[in-house]
């Protein structure tokens, strides 16, 4: 198949193409929005008659234990299913894999451990908090990371007891159909976990709207997740919104600048920019601002651009072909407003790149911070550059957006390094370090990039709500009035 052509969607089939040569890697049935129904009505029966949500802790903890070890004994079919589904390298997918197993691992370990509280009484009573389960919940994906993103929701919401619909994204259908057999394999009942396929505006609306769904998990764009608030808010349902992100990469002068320069580069061109906390906007302090614009640019422009099972790669295919596009004319419109390309800034030219869908790593300077290359989430290997003056300056700056989701700080400075990550607006900072992710370790946004947080220990509780009881222990017969 010819370079342009997109995993194309439509209400009968899905069909994924594996963005480094548009070859077609296999179709799937989109479920149509009239079989919602029949989908949430059997994630209520599974709720009400398997037993999951009674299990004990340690019992549900062992199926989730036999789903990690089940992951990692299929990880290498699995990683280069998704390399396929989506262009990314195959050592990242493997890591995906991993990152997948790890939160089946560590939500088992949380549901057996996890302690509600007792709380203080003012009466005679004791009285104290239990977790119950929403009943049916639904995790909808987007296509930049599917089998981790989709384990990081599964993996929680099943530990609180929940029943769980899984529609991931139309362009990536092909991990959470495994996900799904993996589970019902390792011992979880029967629609315990559904998988719906489609389009966000036929499906994953779908779901949105249904009233038998009690929650919703989504990660994805500002955009679609300000319509799924919209949506949940007016059927007074929970909601937790990972979304899109600019976060700033900021480098002082003090930095160890060789670290500095590789983080920056790797911080946004790895998964060739897909990645909600690439860090997409770098400042550098004035005294040494050619110096790292330099070094970050001379690495863009030697990362070696390949397929994604080339074992040298280090930077593949964007996940489609039609959001390679996007990208371009992104970069496009955004030099309209100015800006001095100092790398890359098209798709690359040659032979074993005609049929992908690749994108060069470009690094932009010349732009005021309002420009909309510095404004808006192009979710590719794009940076823009910017001086700043001093710590008031880059904290404007860097706050400058309507996102806040990650950022990262160089700096030899602890006190300034505290100073920096306590005034940036972002769920997740990095000092002298970027893209550091851990399960145990909340995560979520700021602003527009999102509400709640996922993972930790606290992740168990998005899914669940609180309930108190009161045991009464009343001597005497109670008087009215009283
Ligand atoms: P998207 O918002 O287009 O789609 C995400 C999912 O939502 C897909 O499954 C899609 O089918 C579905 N959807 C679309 N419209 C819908 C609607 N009206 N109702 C219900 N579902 C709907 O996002 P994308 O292009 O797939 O992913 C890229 C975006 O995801 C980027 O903005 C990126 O920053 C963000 N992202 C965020 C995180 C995070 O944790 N914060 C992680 C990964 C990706």
Redesign the pocket.
């Known amino acids: 198949m010819a370079a342009g052509l997109t995993t194309k969607s439509d209400s009968e089939e899905l069909v994924s193409i594996n963005p480094a040569d548009g070859s077609v890697v296999a179709a799937v049935r989109a479920t149509q929005a009239r079989e919602i129904d029949a989908v949430v009505e059997r994630a209520w029966s599974a709720y009400r008659r398997s037993g999951w949500a009674q299990l004990r802790p340690d019992r549900k903890a062992g199926v989730m234990h036999e789903v990690a070890r089940r992951l990692i004994a299929e990880k290498e079919r699995l990683a280069i299913l998704q390399m396929r589904d989506n262009g990314k390298p195959l050592a990242e997918c493997r890591g995906m894999v991993d990152a997948a197993a790890g939160a089946f691992r560590y939500y088992a370990g949380v549901i057996e451990t996890h302690e509600t509280e007792v709380t203080p009484p003012r009466g005679d009573y004791v009285s104290f908090t239990v977790l119950e389960p929403f009943g049916v919940v639904a995790a909808?994906?987007?296509?930049?990371?599917p089998i981790m993103?989709e384990a990081q929701k599964v993996a929680p919401a099943l530990a609180a007891g929940n029943a769980v619909i899984l529609?991931?994204?139309?362009?990536t259908p092909l991990l959470a159909p495994e996900l799904a057999r993996i589970c019902l394999e390792a011992g979880l009942p029967e629609d315990q976990l559904q998988i719906v396929q489609?389009?966000?505006?036929e499906s994953?609306?779908a779901?949105?709207a249904h009233p038998g769904v009690r929650m919703i998990s989504?990660?994805?764009?500002?955009?679609?997740?300000r319509?799924?608030a919209r949506?949940a808010g007016g059927r007074l349902i929970p909601t937790a919104l990972?979304?899109?992100?600019k976060s700033p990469h900021v480098v002082f002068a003090d930095a160890d600048l060789e670290h500095a320069i590789a983080a920056v580069a790797s911080g946004i061109f790895g998964s060739s920019g897909?990645?909600?906390?690439a860090g997409s906007r770098l400042f550098v302090e004035e005294s040494v601002y050619r110096q790292v614009v330099e070094g970050v640019a001379e690495r863009a422009q030697k990362a070696r651009v390949a397929a994604p099972d080339d074992p040298a790669v280090e930077v593949g295919p964007l996940a489609s072909f039609r959001?390679r596009d996007k990208v371009l004319q992104h970069v496009r419109e955004g030099l309209r407003q100015g800006g001095n390309v100092l790398a890359g800034g098209a798709a690359p030219g040659g032979d074993i790149y005609a049929q992908g869908a690749y994108y060069q790593p470009t690094v932009i300077e010349g732009l005021g911070p309002d420009a909309r290359l510095c404004q808006e989430?192009i979710?590719g290997p794009v940076l823009v550059v910017l001086p700043f003056r001093d710590e008031a300056d880059v904290i404007a700056q860097a706050n400058g957006t309507s996102m806040g989701?990650a950022c990262g700080i160089w700096t030899e400075s602890f006190k300034r390094a505290w100073r920096i990550g306590r005034a940036l607006e972002a769920g997740s900072v990095w000092i002298n370090t970027y893209k550091q992710s851990s399960i145990s370790s909340p995560?979520?946004?700021f602003k527009d990039?999102?509400i709640g947080r996922?993972k930790g220990v606290d992740g168990l509780r998005l899914y669940a709500q609180v309930k108190s009881m009161y045991f009464g222990l009343h001597t005497q017969p109670f008087s009215i009035g009283k």
């Open positions: 909808i994906t987007p296509w930049n990371s993103n529609k991931p994204s139309e362009e489609g389009t966000g505006e994953g609306a779901l949105v989504f990660t994805g764009g500002t955009d679609t997740g319509a799924i949506a990972e979304l899109g992100g897909q990645s909600c906390v959001h989430e979710f989701l995560f979520g946004g990039s999102g996922e």
